[in-house]
């Protein structure tokens, strides 16, 4: 199984969600709403998405069973995380080019 596109896009916000993303595997099956988190003093933190359940607790939609798998999903999400343009650099350059 290889990730053959990674679709991602900065949010702007105080909070600590700092993107989200969709995951496409051998060009037939995706992902979405991966949610990239920045923690206080830690590494970005790579989220499988969630529902939150009647009683309150949260339970992943979909998740790597392998740490393999959820090691490789976790480099390319962070890797497009770094070439992507901050929210507000996009914008910029949008305004720029108009």
Known sequence: MQITEVRLKKIRSEGNMKAVASITFDDCFVIHD???????DKPLLVVMPERRRKNGTRSD???????????????????????????????????VEE
Do not use: F, G, N
């Open 34 to 40: 991966v949610k990239v988190i920045e923690r206080q």
């Open 61 to 95: 939609v979909a998740h790597p069973i392998k740490q393999e798998t959820r090691d490789m999903i976790t480099a390319e999400v962070l890797k497009k995380y770094e070439e992507t343009p901050d929210a507000d650099d996009a914008d910029a350059s949008a305004t």
